[in-house]
């Protein structure tokens, strides 16, 4: 895989689950890396001792919050001189049907899983260096029907859109814009769903490679995608759910 030593990255929810694996493998292939966390600190300082504190460091934002994007960019800035990898991986409201969310919920949701992401960029833009990396991380429920979380998929279908339009308008500094999306990974979030009597082999079933995801599966795709060796890419959604209907 490339190399990224020198390179800098920001993960967003990078405390635990996907967006931890991402940290640690992007850290792992030579990356400093700011470790964005909500609420959890001691998570957070686990990654940064796991990377290395010479070349990690962690940052509180809560992206529900108005000025979160703000807060979070001023402090990656007074730690980098640029950034070259940004993704965008926290996320919220996996439980989300159309006849039980509340205003509250919806307006919650989408203040982290778009709004959130959206503002980051923007603030970000001036510190991202030309040639550099933005990777989204989307769900395998943009494409397939799953009303018990509709509003989760709402948000991960403009993140798609989002995606897609940035790498268009960004191409002409040769920032590559990518979006990746899991189907069901076996972290926190998910294992009480996992642990439901015959659910872990359901799920299994519903892979071509007989298995759920693990966080690892998606940060190795995610480090591709961050380097040079994928510099031809741009504007792709790239399906890592393992082959999976979901």
């Known amino acids: 895989m490339g190399d990224l030593t020198g390179k800098t990255a920001l993960v967003t929810g990078a405390s635990r689950g996907i967006g931890r694996a991402i940290a640690l493998r992007l850290g792992r292939d030579g990356a400093r890396v700011a470790v964005h966390y909500g609420r959890d600190e001691a998570a957070a300082k686990e ?63 989408f203040a982290v899983n778009v709004r959130s992401p959206f503002f980051i960029v923007q603030r970000a833009l001036p510190l991202l ?4 990396r933005i990777i989204n991380i989307s769900s395998g429920v943009t494409r397939i029907a799953m009303p018990e979380i ?57 892979s071509a490679l007989g298995r759920v995801g693990r966080p690892e599966d998606i940060a190795d795709v995610v480090a591709f995608v961050a380097s040079d060796d994928a ?8 399906d890592v759910t393992g082959g999976s209907d979901l």
């Not at 510099?231 to 790239?238: E, K, L, Y």
Request: proline share 4%.
């Open 129 to 132: 260096r030309d040639g550099g």
């Open 47 to 109: 990654v940064v001792a796991a990377i290395g504190e010479d070349r990690a460091f962690a940052v509180r934002a809560e992206l529900s919050a108005p000025d979160a994007p703000e807060v979070l960019i001023d402090e990656v800035a007074s730690r980098f001189d640029g950034l070259d990898i940004l993704v965008n991986n926290a996320a919220i409201g996996a439980s989300s049907d159309l006849e039980h969310t509340t205003l509250e919920d919806f307006n919650q949701i």
């Open 150 to 206: 509709i509003t989760y998929s709402l948000t991960k279908g403009a993140i798609d859109a989002f995606g897609h339009t940035l790498a268009e308008q960004l191409g002409e500094r040769g920032i590559t814009v990518n979006t990746v999306a899991p189907g069901v990974v076996e972290t926190d979030n998910t294992a009480p769903m996992l642990a439901e009597p015959g659910a872990q082999e359901a799920w299994s079933a519903r």
């Open 231 to 238: 510099r031809w890419m741009t504007g792709d959604w790239i």
